[in-house]
């Protein structure tokens, strides 16, 4: 169901009134980690004025040790519908166990689906009976047909509103957080209709790395990218050397604006 071969037309999936795969490159952007209502209101209210079309936000965290931040849970899920309703950027936010997706429902209008549970096949099953769009992120060790084969449980189970992110991969190499797959990005266009979105902040880890590695996404082909920005990165719970300020995440808009009129 997710291939070419099954559907020749570019699936656009409508996310509360933002077009994915559309015409249109979208940038999705917001915290790794919801930590205070102060912390997303603001970086909510920056990210749109700089032009973000949508705003990310975690609150169940999928963390690599059980002693780090978890993320603020149910409370991270108002203060991500306050942020949505005052500034009208619609929310995704992941969701990593089958109990949690009726909640995670009720609050965000898309649900992200973390590159560890890309294959928790229970979750994929629950989330292809849920009305809201997934953002299926790809497992850090998964290969190409495994993250397609990951989608097809979702059409298969009745979810058509999925979009792909590629967010990097594990390799040899050890410099960077991740190794971003850009190859993968383009490839996928081909072989599949879904659309498929870049996450330069996972995909590199570093924050100077955010803006070029966007950039190349785009012209690879990507529909559109998901971003981290906190107001004070040096304080952020998780994920802060891999994200921009706000005047960053201004910046690195305004670089992009250029490439995306002549493409
Ligand atoms: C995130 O988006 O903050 C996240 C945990 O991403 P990933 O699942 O790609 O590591
Ligand atoms: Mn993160």
């Known amino acids: 169901l997710v291939s070419r071969q099954f559907k020749r037309e570019q699936t656009i999936v409508n996310v509360s009134g ?12 917001g915290p790794c980690s919801v930590e205070s209502r102060d912390q997303i209101l603001t970086t909510a209210r920056a990210v749109r004025a700089a032009g973000a079309h ?12 059980p002693y780090d931040f978890q ?6 899920l108002r203060l991500l519908k306050e942020a949505r309703d005052e500034t009208g950027l619609p929310v995704v936010t992941e969701v990593m166990s089958t109990e949690d997706v009726d909640l995670v429902a009720e609050y965000a209008d898309m649900l992200q689906v973390g590159a560890r549970n890309m294959q928790n096949f229970p979750l994929l099953r629950r989330l292809a009976t849920t009305p809201r769009p997934i953002l299926l992120k790809r497992g850090p060790s998964a290969t190409i047909k495994e993250w397609l084969l990951a989608a097809e449980y979702l059409l298969s189970g009745g979810n058509e509103n999925v979009v792909l992110c590629e967010r990097g991969i594990k390799t040899f190499e050890t410099e960077l957080r991740n190794t971003l797959d850009l190859a993968a990005v383009a490839l996928v266009k081909e072989l599949s209709h ?13 924050r100077s790395l955010i803006a070029a590695a966007a950039k190349a996404g785009i012209a690879i082909g990507a529909d559109g990218l998901i971003v981290e920005v906190h107001p004070c990165p040096e304080r952020a719970l998780s994920d802060g050397p891999q994200s921009l300020d706000l005047t960053e995440f201004a910046q690195m808009m305004r670089g992009l604006s250029a490439p995306l009129r002549q493409l």
Not at 18 to 29: D, K, L, N, T
């Open 71 to 76: 993320g603020l849970g149910v409370e991270a």
């Open 54 to 65: 949508m705003l990310r936000g975690g609150a169940y965290k999928p963390r690599t040790s």
């Open 18 to 29: 933002v077009q994915i795969g559309g015409p249109e490159v979208i940038v999705i952007a």
């Open 194 to 206: 879904l659309p498929v979105i870049v996450d330069p902040s996972h995909g590199t880890g570093r």
